[in-house]
């Protein structure tokens, strides 16, 4: 065992916001977000550094989007909430979900939200005939349903409809409409597919040629289920940035990360930017460890020589953990890393400091035991064991911004 577990780090906060630095009321900021622990932990809270504005900046901008959309929230169900059923996670909501039936030889749309989880779709079947699904117990009432198709039709000859488009979808997907929120939305696998779709069925003189079929779910179908997520490097190198800097100051106090030689990162954490990208989490699968480049961002304005390295430490070895940070010095330079669930580790460097570090911080997180733990080096940094944590390997720089 090279560390020891210090977990007397007290909070020097100096009303000073560590984040804009003006001394505006502060609130309570937690630095990994509540929904990533199993329950509060007292050595993961500013009470007197992070100002409301800041706070909330965070919180809107970057977490919800995060558990809103992006991947994580599937790692928040299996490992925090300990539950993968689809009324489990609300977040869902938010996502393009598509089941697989086994029963129908189908997918289905599905969206989690109470009482429409899964709604009624039109579907052209590889027999080029359109059939009305519809999910439901009791008996069909024909009469409603025809005149819904004929709604929907007409919604779709006043061109009041979206289109949903993605080439990720399986290649057995058949295209098809729905109705969300009211508004139809044509779903095809690319433009010429969702053409063809809205041509044909605007060519269907009669609604009664569409056929009525029910549809049900059965038991741990949603095994089979397809997610898709958005990703945005730039949102989740904000989010762990955060994390990051907030621990900094639990651990070194506020005056420290006051400094000028952070106001790049104060400034790199705010900068708007929504790019992201989407991707597609097949259930069973997993997404493939594409999530993150290797290397290192940076977000000093400085640039780093080409040749620049720095040891990397190896937080893969730390698997057991939802959670692990690492806050070392290096050649003059504060470097972090952060791992989180199974997303590939995020490597920066921060800043350029006069100031030694003086130790090497671990701080990990176990949602097993719901521990949340501070480490130190057990007499020196020269007690690591290189050869278990660190990867002098090289190690690619990526501008931040
Ligand atoms: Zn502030």
């Given at each position: 065992?090279?560390?020891?577990?210090?977990?007397?780090?007290?909070?020097?906060?100096?009303?000073?916001?560590?984040?804009?630095?003006?001394?505006?009321?502060?609130?309570?900021?937690?630095?990994?977000s509540k929904k990533l622990l199993k329950s509060d932990h007292k050595n993961?809270?500013?009470?007197?550094?992070?100002?409301?504005?800041?706070?909330?900046?965070?919180?809107?901008?970057?977490?919800?989007?995060?558990?809103?959309?992006?991947?994580?929230?599937?790692?928040?169900?299996?490992?925090?909430?300990?539950?993968?059923?689809?009324?489990?996670?609300?977040?869902?909501?938010?996502?393009?979900?598509?089941?697989?039936?086994?029963?129908?030889?189908?997918?289905?749309?599905?969206?989690?939200?109470?009482?429409?989880?899964?709604?009624?779709?039109?579907?052209?079947?590889?027999?080029?005939?359109?059939?009305?699904?519809?999910?439901?117990?009791?008996?069909?009432?024909?009469?409603?349903?025809?005149?819904?198709?004929?709604?929907?039709?007409?919604?779709?000859?006043?061109?009041?409809?979206?289109?949903?488009?993605?080439?990720?979808?399986?290649?057995?997907?058949?295209?098809?409409?729905?109705?969300?929120?009211?508004?139809?939305i044509v779903i095809a696998r690319n433009d010429d597919q969702a053409e063809?779709?809205?041509?044909?069925?605007?060519?269907?003189?009669?609604?009664?040629?569409?056929?009525?079929?029910?549809?049900?779910?059965?038991?741990?179908?949603?095994?089979?289920?397809?997610?898709?997520?958005?990703?945005?490097?730039?949102?989740?190198?904000?989010?762990?940035?955060?994390?990051?800097?907030?621990?900094?100051?639990?651990?070194?106090?506020?005056?420290?990360?006051?400094?000028?030689?952070?106001?790049?990162?104060?400034k790199s954490a705010k900068l708007k930017n929504n790019s992201f990208v989407?991707?597609?989490?097949?259930?069973?699968?997993?997404?493939?460890?594409?999530?993150?480049?290797?290397?290192?961002?940076?977000?000093?304005?400085?640039?780093?020589?080409?040749?620049?390295?720095?040891?990397?430490?190896?937080?893969?070895?730390?698997?057991?953990?939802?959670?692990?940070?690492?806050?070392?010095?290096?050649?003059?330079?504060?470097?972090?890393?952060?791992?989180?669930?199974?997303?590939?580790?995020?490597?920066?460097?921060?800043?350029?400091?006069?100031?030694?570090?003086?130790?090497?911080?671990?701080?990990?997180?176990?949602?097993?035991?719901?521990?949340?733990?501070?480490?130190?080096?057990?007499?020196?940094?020269?007690?690591?064991?290189?050869?278990?944590?660190?990867?002098?390997?090289?190690?690619?720089?990526?501008?931040?911004?």
């Amino acid at each position: 065992m090279f560390f020891r577990v210090n977990n007397s780090h007290i909070e020097n906060g100096t009303g000073t916001c560590i984040w804009c630095k003006k001394n505006e009321k502060t609130n309570i900021a937690h630095i990994i977000s509540k929904k990533l622990l199993k329950s509060d932990h007292k050595n993961n809270k500013l009470t007197n550094s992070v100002c409301e504005k800041c706070n909330s900046y965070f919180g809107e901008n970057i977490e919800d989007w995060i558990f809103k959309y992006s991947p994580i929230s599937f790692w928040v169900g299996r490992d925090i909430l300990n539950d993968m059923t689809l009324d489990a996670d609300r977040s869902f909501i938010y996502k393009k979900l598509f089941v697989w039936f086994k029963e129908y030889k189908e997918w289905f749309v599905a969206t989690n939200i109470k009482g429409k989880k899964f709604p009624s779709q039109i579907i052209k079947k590889g027999d080029g005939r359109f059939y009305f699904y519809i999910y439901k117990k009791d008996k069909l009432m024909r009469e409603n349903y025809l005149m819904e198709i004929q709604e929907i039709i007409t919604q779709l000859q006043k061109k009041n409809y979206t289109t949903y488009l993605s080439s990720l979808l399986p290649h057995n997907f058949h295209s098809r409409i729905f109705r969300f929120n009211d508004t139809p939305i044509v779903i095809a696998r690319n433009d010429d597919q969702a053409e063809l779709f809205i041509k044909k069925i605007l060519e269907v003189n009669d609604v009664k040629k569409i056929l009525l079929k029910n549809y049900r779910m059965r038991n741990n179908e949603h095994r089979h289920l397809i997610i898709f997520y958005k990703w945005s490097l730039k949102k989740y190198s904000k989010f762990y940035l955060k994390i990051i800097f907030e621990y900094q100051s639990l651990i070194k106090g506020s005056e420290f990360v006051l400094g000028k030689e952070f106001d790049d990162l104060r400034k790199s954490a705010k900068l708007k930017n929504n790019s992201f990208v989407e991707l597609m989490f097949l259930n069973g699968q997993g997404f493939n460890r594409k999530l993150f480049p290797r290397g290192y961002f940076q977000i000093i304005k400085e640039t780093l020589d080409k040749e620049f390295k720095i040891p990397i430490f190896e937080l893969e070895l730390l698997q057991k953990y939802t959670f692990s940070m690492i806050l070392y010095k290096n050649q003059g330079y504060l470097c972090a890393s952060l791992k989180l669930f199974e997303i590939e580790q995020f490597n920066i460097v921060l800043a350029k400091i006069e100031a030694p570090l003086e130790s090497i911080y671990l701080i990990t997180y176990s949602a097993d035991d719901n521990s949340l733990n501070f480490y130190e080096p057990v007499n020196s940094m020269v007690d690591f064991d290189e050869k278990l944590v660190l990867n002098m390997e090289e190690a690619n720089l990526y501008d931040f911004n």
